[in-house]
């Protein structure tokens, strides 16, 4: 139907016909009382719907979806419990700016209020984790919702936006119309940076001598990782990337120097400390990455590019702000520096490259987690990786080589255990050609494993790869560390035979027991082209290192890897 | 320090809740709120007073304009605006105080708008220091009861916000 003309439909239609103009392909979702009119519409509809087997996973799957496909992702709860269920999804796209439209039903509007069976108020619930929220009151109003919805999630700073559709709203009926514009005067988005300001950031740009450019996930969103390198070469430049910013630069890119921050490589972090000019673009001063704010960059002017102008001197006072479109604000920067005198700089971050490498323990009868994450690395070149939270996601995060961006998808602001697997699904069905591994542990796989059962009835061939030790490791990391080795519940050894759990669902079970098993077992996952499963027994105790205790500042730095 | 921010919003249910769950949640003070609707009925207008440095007040403003509902924000600098807030206020009143009463309402160019065998209630328009001391002359005679609608203002001269 073209837009412009009308139609009668009922609401349950009318949102169908909705997410079709929004180009939507895919839902992800779990039906309910409150659904029954929706769903039976989808009964019939060309949409593709991915049943999940809890709704948690349906909002991790549309956030996987998003972030490897760019374009916004779509789940789908009931009322009470299947909307509730979707909040930590919710969260965790809100935390990492990425624009999913989350629907839920809701009971009858003459019962809300009511304590109604399966009732809960989920606009309120999720006001403080969504971009903006709608209950939808008058049936008439749904496809300008829906239309506005799409709209705020994928413009501006991304997020979710959750719509709560009370049933009464589905089934009555409706001229349908949709609308060609949205208006919303309180919601216009900066994309174009000031251009005095991007003369006065060039100007200090170029007269840097030990220049940084800090990099986040904001690069990813605003499709700015080509600008960035150039812009990098440019000024000659390192960069350094946050967890979300991994991907935006190659690793193997000479300019790269890696993630910053609390697990960040030394050179990283070396370099940060002692520049005189750091360039932040799309990234917002997270303790995770400043450690102690007030030793932050002590000698350094700061320049911070984002598009949301509430990150400008939020944690830390920034010289020169420009607010606008990462990829926009680049470009222009691009025309106006010249190369930085920053030849002695690059020499040096070299040395501390050559004096302080990322390595770890080298042993051929225990398998160690971060040769896991290489072994990976090489067999799978361009695979998308998905993590959960724990050990495992820095191991991945400093020891698989990436090349493109939108490949690695990883829960930075919420540190969700349980993301993984089903984001990794999610990811799978965006980019269906590209190989896709979850890499996760013990217990992260256990908080959403039953999405073994999705990946099997969908054919999801997502490859799993358990950095298994027994351990919830990364609080065990802080026990040992911090607590004087008392692990208090954190020993979770023995919880399931991962490849039994695999093959109950009807997926792949392997096992790696030996460093030689490893890549022969991965191998083997990949080539059956089914959801699989590899249970790799690693070293129990192994921690992540370097790692800056939190509050420190972030050269002050611990070495855990024993050589 | 304090500031005073007239907030435009969008005059729907459920904004109040947002503004003031922003508050909350970001751990800002709010001193006081008033809210109503505006010239344009689908405008509502919020008087927020909010205490912090500049660097909480720019926080506010940024996290205010964040939220989809909210049309505009603007700081009304405190020289430049005029500042009205009402209070109603329940005295105890015997023939004995009564007309001390009336004499302190009339300096402040307040009303008595009820009046019982034992209290008085006195209404007062003013800034917050022209509050504050019709309250502290009429302790004496006891509150028993007050209430303020939390401050509106509007700047001086032509300008809108
Ligand atoms: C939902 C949730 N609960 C608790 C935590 C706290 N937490 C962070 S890492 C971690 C341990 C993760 O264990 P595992 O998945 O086995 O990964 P490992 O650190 O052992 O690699 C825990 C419990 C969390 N991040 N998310
Ligand atoms: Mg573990």
Redesign the pocket.
């Given at each position: 139907m073209k837009t412009g003309s009308t139609e009668k439909v009922t609401g349950a239609k009318a949102l169908i016909k909705c997410l079709e103009q929004e180009h939507v392909d895919t839902l992800f979702g779990y039906p309910g009382g409150a659904l029954l009119p929706i769903y039976d519409e989808l009964y019939d509809s060309d949409l593709r719907h991915i049943l999940v087997r809890h709704e948690q996973a349906a909002a991790h799957a549309a956030d996987g979806y998003a972030r490897v496909t760019g374009k916004t992702g779509v789940c789908i709860a009931t009322s009470g419990p299947g909307a509730t269920n979707l909040v930590?999804g919710i969260a965790t796209a809100y935390m990492d700016s990425v624009p999913i439209v989350a629907l839920t039903g809701q009971v009858p509007s003459s019962m809300i209020g009511n304590d109604a069976f399966q009732e809960a108020n989920i606009t309120g619930i999720t006001q403080p984790i969504t971009k903006h929220n709608y209950l939808v009151q008058d049936a008439n109003e749904l496809p300008r919702v829906v239309k506005e919805a799409f709209h705020i999630a994928s413009t501006g700073r991304q997020g979710p936006v959750l719509i709560d559709l009370p049933k009464d709203i589905t089934t009555s009926e409706i001229e349908f119309y949709y609308p060609e514009k949205v208006e919303l005067r309180g919601y216009k988005p900066t994309y174009k940076g000031n251009l005095q300001q991007i003369k006065r950031a060039a100007e200090e740009i170029t007269k840097a001598e030990r220049p940084v450019i800090y990099a986040g996930g904001g690069i990813i969103n605003s499709n700015a990782s080509a600008e960035l390198v150039q812009f990098a070469e440019a000024l000659m430049a390192p960069v350094a990337t946050t967890l979300m910013g991994i991907g935006a630069i190659p690793t193997e890119h000479f300019l790269n120097v890696g993630m910053l921050g609390m697990h960040g490589s030394k050179y990283a972090n070396y370099a940060i400390q002692e520049s005189d000019l750091i360039i932040a673009v799309g990234a917002r001063f997270d303790d995770r990455v400043t450690g102690k704010l007030e030793s932050f960059a002590p000698n350094a002017k700061i320049v911070h590019i984002d598009i949301d102008p509430a990150e400008i001197s939020k944690n830390i006072p920034v010289h020169i702000p420009i607010v606008g479109d990462a990829k926009q604000i680049l470009k222009m920067l691009i025309k106006y520096v010249k190369r930085c005198k920053s030849e002695p700089w690059l020499a040096k971050i070299k040395e501390w490259k050559k004096e302080f490498p990322l390595t770890y323990k080298k042993d051929s009868k225990v398998i160690q987690?971060q040769f896991v994450i290489e072994k990976i690395s090489e067999i799978c070149k361009d695979a998308i990786l998905v993590t959960?939270?724990?050990?495992?996601?820095?191991?991945a995060a400093q020891f698989f080589k990436y090349s493109e961006p939108r490949t690695f998808l990883t829960?930075g602001g919420?540190?969700?255990?349980?993301y993984g697997y089903p984001a990794a699904l999610g990811a799978k069905v965006g980019r269906p050609e590209k190989l896709v591994v979850d890499i996760?542990?013990?217990?992260?796989?256990?908080?959403n494993s039953q999405e073994l059962a999705t990946a099997v009835q969908n054919e999801i061939p997502v490859v799993a790869v358990?950095?298994?030790?027994?351990?919830?490791?990364?609080?065990?990391?802080w026990q040992e560390l911090f607590f004087d080795r008392r692990y208090s519940y954190?020993d979770?050894s023995g919880s399931v035979d991962f490849v039994k759990l695999a093959e109950a669902y009807g997926a792949l079970g392997l096992r790696a027991e030996r460093p030689s098993e490893v890549g022969p077992a991965i191998e083997a996952a990949i080539k059956s082209e089914r959801p699989a499963v590899v249970d790799v027994r690693v070293e129990c105790e192994a921690n992540?290192s370097p790692m800056v205790p939190a509050g420190a500042a972030i050269n002050e730095i611990l070495d855990l890897e024993e050589n | 320090m304090k500031h005073t921010l007239a907030v435009l919003v969008e005059n729907r249910s459920g904004v109040l809740t947002r503004v003031a769950g922003l508050f909350s949640r970001r751990g800002y003070n709010i001193e006081s709120l008033a809210v109503g609707v505006t010239e344009d009925l689908s405008v509502s207008r919020m008087t927020i007073v909010v205490e912090g440095d500049d660097n909480v007040l720019e926080q506010v403003t940024k996290q205010l304009n964040k939220l989809i509902d909210v049309i505009k924000v603007s700081d009304i600098g405190n020289d430049e605006a005029v500042e009205r807030e009402l209070a109603l206020i329940k005295v105890t009143a015997d023939v004995n105080t009564r007309a001390e009463i009336i004499q302190i309402a009339n300096i402040f160019r307040a009303r008595i708008v009820d009046v019982a065998p034992k209290s008085m209630t006195v209404e007062v328009t003013g800034d917050e220091a022209k509050l504050q001391a019709i309250e502290k002359l009429l302790r004496q005679f006891g509150i028993k009861e007050m209430v303020r609608t939390g401050k509106i203002a509007l700047s001086r001269g032509p300008k809108k916000v």
């Open positions: 930590t987690p959960e939270v724990g050990q495992h996601q820095m191991w829960s919420l540190g969700t255990m349980g996760s542990g013990d217990g992260s796989f256990q908080m358990i950095l298994n030790n027994g351990y919830l490791g990364m609080v065990r990391q954190t979770i992540v | -």
